[in-house]
Each structure stands twice: as structure tokens, then as C-alpha cells.
């Protein structure tokens, strides 16, 4: 197994793929794994769907019925796995909806990088009608289910990629409410 921090760290997103991609069984795996994430309350608040061959070009037709095109979109073919990414609400008087989505976004992330780990180009996409009732119907959603979007999962060729990750500037991200400091002051006025 990769050094954990080493993996996060030089994590990269591909936007080119190969024909390559995970079969079912090695998918099951990776989702046993990062289904693991923090989840209050034990929600399970997602799902997740795979989506190879035929079903891309049904996503295609999809997203130009969406956008009112004539002509199919080819933008689901540039990998030949995408994983949609679907939060499914639980009724909690607990637990509110953004918390559930942060766990179903957790798993996304998870999945990423484990998919990484083993070796697949992955990209998180989105797009503009992501959550159109068209593309909702194409994935045979529920009523309250909804996307966060898409894996897109292929091969990598073994190649490294050419961009470096940008270095994250810990000390702007990270900060610290002083010990010794007031910080009830103007509780009053909230
Ligand atoms: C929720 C979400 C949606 C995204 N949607 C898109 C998208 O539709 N198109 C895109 O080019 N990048 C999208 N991105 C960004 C890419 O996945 C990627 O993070 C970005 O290109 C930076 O590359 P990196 O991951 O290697 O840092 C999205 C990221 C997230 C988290």
C-alpha cells in the first residue's frame, strides 16, 4: 500500500483517458472501502451508479434534451466508466441534508483517490445540467435523490501526469483561535 500522505499529495485529476477501466468486481471493492467515511448518525445518504458503453451515449442524449441540442452529447464518451454520484436524502430530525451530502461527497472523494491508488485516470465533472430533470430521469433517480456528478474513470497507460501539483499554502488554510484571547467578545450582539 502507497504512503497515505504521498497519495493525497500528488493526487492529480486526468482529463484523458484511456479505453481501459475497472471491472464491476474491482469497483465493489474500492466502493466496501470508501464507504467507509465519516456519516452522522449511520445515514448512508448516497448511492452510486456505474455507467459504461450504451448508457454514456444515453447520458448523452440526456444532457442535449436538457440543453435543448439537436444533436447528442459527446462529452460522456471521454471515459469508458463514469460513476454518477447520487446523494440520497434520509429523513433525520438529527441529521440535516448538508451534513448527509458532505458524507455522500466524502465517499466521492474517497473513491477517487482509491481509484487512483489502483492505478485509473479519474475526474470529477459536474456541467450545467447535472441536476436537470432529464438527466435525473435518465439515471432512473427517485423523486429526492439528486447528482453530484460524475466520475469519469479510464485508463492511465501507466503514464504519469505532466502537471505537478500546485504546493497548498498550509499556513493560510490552517489557523488558530488564540489562547489567552477574548473570543466571547460581542457575543452580545449576535
Ligand atoms: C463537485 C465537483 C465538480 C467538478 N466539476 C467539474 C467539471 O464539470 N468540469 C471540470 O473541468 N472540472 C470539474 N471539477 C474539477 C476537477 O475535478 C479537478 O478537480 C480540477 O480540474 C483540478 O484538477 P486536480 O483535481 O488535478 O487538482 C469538479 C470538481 C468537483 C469537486
Do not use: C
Request: no cysteine.
Amino acid at each position: 500500500m502507497s504512503n497515505l500522505i504521498d497519495l493525497v499529495t500528488a493526487r492529480r485529476s486526468r482529463s484523458k483517458v484511456t479505453d481501459a477501466s475497472p471491472s464491476h468486481d474491482e469497483l465493489l471493492r474500492l466502493v466496501a472501502a470508501a464507504g467507509h467515511v465519516a456519516d452522522h448518525s449511520g445515514l448512508a445518504p448516497w448511492r452510486l451508479v456505474e455507467l459504461r458503453g450504451n448508457a454514456r451515449v444515453d447520458l448523452g442524449h440526456a444532457l442535449a434534451a436538457a440543453a435543448g441540442d439537436d444533436k447528442p452529447s459527446s462529452k460522456p464518451l471521454r471515459a469508458p466508466l463514469l460513476i454518477a454520484l447520487v446523494v440520497v436524502p434520509q429523513q433525520s430530525a438529527k441529521v440535516p441534508v448538508w451534513e448527509q451530502e458532505a458524507t455522500a461527497s466524502g465517499v466521492a472523494h474517497m473513491l477517487s483517490l482509491l481509484l487512483t491508488d489502483a492505478g485509473w485516470g479519474v475526474m470529477w465533472r459536474t456541467g450545467s445540467h447535472v441536476r436537470s430533470p432529464e438527466v435525473h430521469h435518465m439515471h432512473r433517480l427517485e423523486q429526492h435523490e439528486y447528482l453530484l456528478g460524475w466520475l469519469y474513470v479510464g485508463g492511465t497507460d501507466g503514464a504519469h501526469t505532466t502537471r505537478p501539483a500546485a504546493p497548498v499554502d498550509a499556513d493560510h488554510f490552517l489557523t488558530s483561535l488564540a489562547e489567552g484571547q477574548d473570543n466571547t467578545e460581542g457575543n452580545e450582539r449576535i
